[in-house]
T-cell receptor, first 116, second 112 residues
Framework: NAGVTQTPKFQVLKTGQSMTLQCAQD?????MYWYRQDPGMGLRLIYY???????DKGEVPNGYNVSRLNKREFSLRLESAAPSQTSVYFC???????????????FGSGTRLTVV | GQQVMQIPQYQHVQEGEDFTTYCNSS?????IQWYKQRPGGHPVFLIQ???SGEVKKQKRLTFQFGEAKKNSSLHITATQTTDVGTYFC????????????WGLGTSLAVNP
């Protein structure tokens, strides 16, 4: 079982460039999430998808867009990268977003993005 | 808004010493989760606590959920170098507020 697979693992972008971070899970989970992690800031939710066909904003959505392509895949797009978006990005999935059936999140290994 | 505070922010111990991190919420939680993140790694789910006063053990790790479901703790007995990392709690709100709110984590360093 691969779990949650993220690509790429590392990326350097110039300010203004665009890119898409890919995420796929093979656990048949309904919900998927994109987080960013910065020193001293913990994990901050960018966007999430409670189920296939739905997406919602998290705490820090500005500058990002997402697509839930199907149940397995959830991509994060930076249309015009800024230095403030330098961070480590994690994709995660869970069986369900709400309720007691919502167990723990399974995280991908992360994308380390630097915007210069 | 709802906050989850974790203390301490950092802890440095000698191998073999015990370690405890605490998680306190400003509001009642429906459940709380704990994660471990190794340096350079990704968060890994450890456990979820649901019931008031619940205590669960995983080998040398003991997790507790407070009676009021507003606080939780993770205790590691006789730390080992493999315990190094950052431990996060994440609390899920009760009632209509079902968001998962993350603490900022406690970073544990272990001297061999």
């Amino acid at each position: 079982n691969a779990g949650v697979t993220q690509t790429p693992k590392f990326q350097v972008l110039k300010t203004g460039q665009s890119m898409t971070l890919q995420c796929a899970q093979d656990m048949n989970h309904n919900s998927m999430y994109w987080y960013r992690q910065d020193p001293g800031m913990g994990l901050r939710l960018i966007y999430y998808s409670a189920s296939e066909g739905t997406t919602d904003k998290g705490e820090v959505p500005n500058g990002y867009n997402v697509s839930r392509l199907n149940k397995r895949e959830f991509s994060l797009r930076l249309e015009s990268a800024a230095p403030s978006q330098t961070s480590v990005y994690f994709c995660a999935s869970s069986e369900s977003r709400q309720g007691f059936r919502a167990g723990g999140y399974t995280f991908g290994s992360g994308t380390r993005l630097t915007v210069v | 808004g709802q906050q989850v505070m974790q203390i301490p922010q950092y802890q440095h111990v000698q191998e073999g010493e015990d370690f405890t991190t605490y998680c306190n919420s400003s509001t009642t939680l429906s459940n709380i989760q704990w994660y471990k993140q190794r340096p350079g790694g990704h968060p890994v789910f450890l456990i979820q606590l649901v019931k008031s006063g619940e205590v669960k053990k995983q080998k040398r790790l003991t997790f507790q959920f407070g009676e009021a479901k507003k606080n939780s703790s993770l205790h590691i007995t006789a730390t080992q170098t493999t315990d190094v990392g950052t431990y996060f709690c994440a609390g899920r709100g009760a009632g209509n507020n079902r968001k998962l709110i993350w603490g900022l984590g406690t970073s544990l360093a272990v001297n061999p």
